[in-house]
């Protein structure tokens, strides 16, 4: 398997405080990664590193042998914020086709992106008049446009109901089959099972990188809520 | 650069203004009315409408771009978009290109108005040459824009936005020569004036509105105007820092 994702001792200091702590970790590609953690440490900015839009105190990020943030990734790496960022005065269908233009794209981009999200209904409507996971998912779908070969993804399902939940995780499986590495951060625990790799974040620092079974079979669980607790534990009692 | 980008950035920042109708009325209707309220202000004192008339017709697309591009783009910075749009291949100066296009076509719509109304139902005379005093008028608005394009850097919430009209506009205002003629200020005064593009925008526009010899003077004001909006605008794209804490 490809190294898709390479960070090498990393620190990212923010208003003083070390959020990212010596954090090293290797992704392979074609997968669906699970970024865990409790709020505040540290998901959120380890995604803003792979994009390259978090200064960095010091060490490295290699995606697919470039530097994070290099201008040849911006068409492979897809990125979408935990507040959905797209213009709450344009339509759904103005918000994707100026970023059409802007990774130059066909037209028929923009109706394929919008059925896989399940908003060719709500085309016309203006974004601000979206509920807040119709938001979530135009803001995916924005991310989408490209056909990134990474998507990083900040908490995507927040909000969504159980049905639209369930065909996104099957959409972002469909998605690494055709060759795409996605990295998922969430806080839901029943989502963790979904994955394929987890990477638990503690502190600025990797707790656990592996796969669900893994997991489970190191803690002796029988389901990853108890799995968690149990690391979690562990990891208190070793410090 | 790809101009294609330039114009999508500009197409799609004129679709947001339309889907906010109240805001064109206002952007397009507001200098007319003030216009109209400055001819009665004057009434029978036609001359001094016809003095003061050209300076304002300069000021007021340079004032209201200031505020729409301002607001704008602070709304996209705090929006995420911004961001959004940095981890994609559109390049700082592109997005500076096309808000300043976008505005720059909306600044001629407002700028053609007000002549028309001007010169036209208000019966403003001038001596000079109205294409000058059009060309004058547009170069303002692009200052306008490209000024709030820099400042929005340094506003944190739209209530510091809009903060910086009173803070940032109107010194440039009283001392630009609308209310006293710049070279009867008092020396210190005067060389603050000399400081501010503004200044030279409003001189600028009063020079080619009252006569129609072309001199030194309005070369210097054209140039100055000119060139301090790729100023701002790469100073602006200086503050579009790709990398935040």
């Known amino acids: 398997m490809e190294t898709v994702l390479d960070i090498d001792r990393l620190y990212v200091r923010r208003s003083g405080n070390l959020v990212l702590n010596n954090l090293t970790l290797e992704i392979h590609g074609e997968r669906v990664i699970g970024l865990l953690g409790a709020s505040g440490s540290g998901k959120s900015t380890l995604m803003r590193c792979l994009v390259g839009v978090q200064r960095i105190e010091s060490g490295t990020i290699t995606i697919m042998g470039l530097p994070a943030g290099a201008k040849e990734l911006r068409r492979k790496v897809g990125y979408v914020s935990q507040s959905p960022a797209v213009y709450l005065d344009l339509t759904v269908m103005e918000n994707l086709d100026y970023f059409r233009s802007i990774f130059s794209l066909p037209y028929s981009r923009l109706r394929e992106v919008v059925e896989t999200v399940s908003l060719a209904g709500a085309q016309k409507q203006l974004a601000s008049s979206l509920s807040g996971g119709q938001r979530a998912r135009l803001s995916l779908a924005i991310a989408l446009l490209p056909s990134p070969s990474l998507l990083v993804l900040d908490e995507p399902t927040v909000g969504l109901d159980p049905l639209l939940r369930e065909e996104l995780w099957n959409y972002f499986h469909e998605l690494a089959n055709q060759g795409c590495t996605l990295i998922v951060s969430s806080h839901v625990m029943d989502e963790a099972e979904r994955c394929d790799d987890l990477v638990l974040l503690r502190d600025g620092k990797i707790m656990f990188h592996s796969t669900p079974a893994t997991l489970k079979a190191s803690t002796e669980s029988d389901n990853l809520d108890s799995a968690f607790l149990a690391l979690a534990k562990r990891v208190k009692s070793e410090f | ?245």
Not at chain 2, 91 to 96: A, D, H, N, P, R
Not at chain 2, 164 to 169: Q, S
């Open chain 2, 1 to 245: 650069m790809s101009s294609s980008r330039v114009f999508a950035t500009a197409k799609r920042l004129l679709k947001q203004l339309r889907h906010d109708p109240r805001t064109i009325l206002l952007l397009l209707g507001v200098p007319l009315l003030l216009m109209v309220l400055l001819r009665y202000l004057f009434g029978a004192q036609i001359a001094e409408f016809n003095n003061l008339a050209p300076m304002l017709i300069a000021l007021f697309p340079f004032t209201i771009m200031f505020i729409v591009t301002s607001i704008s783009m602070l709304r996209e910075r705090m929006s995420g978009t911004l961001e959004r749009l940095l981890t994609s291949p559109i390049s700082k100066f592109e997005i500076l290109a096309g808000y300043g296009l976008g505005f720059g076509i909306l600044a001629v719509i407002q700028v053609a108005l007000v002549l028309l109304v001007t010169f036209g139902p208000l019966e403003l005379t001038t001596k000079g040459n109205i294409a000058m005093l059009l060309l004058f008028s547009l170069l303002d608005a692009l200052m306008g824009t490209s000024l709030g394009l820099l400042l929005s850097a340094f506003a944190n919430s739209e209530f510091q936005a809009v903060q910086f009209l009173p803070a940032f506009i109107f010194p440039q205002m009283l001392l630009s020569g609308i209310f006293t003629p710049r070279n009867q200020m008092p020396q210190a005064l005067k060389f603050l004036s000399d400081l501010l593009p503004l200044s030279y925008a409003i001189d600028g526009a009063s020079r080619t509105a009252s006569s129609t010899t072309w001199n030194l003077a309005t070369s210097v004001d054209l140039t100055v105007v000119v060139f301090a909006i790729p100023l701002s605008l790469a100073l602006g794209a200086l503050t579009l820092k790709r990398q935040t804490k």
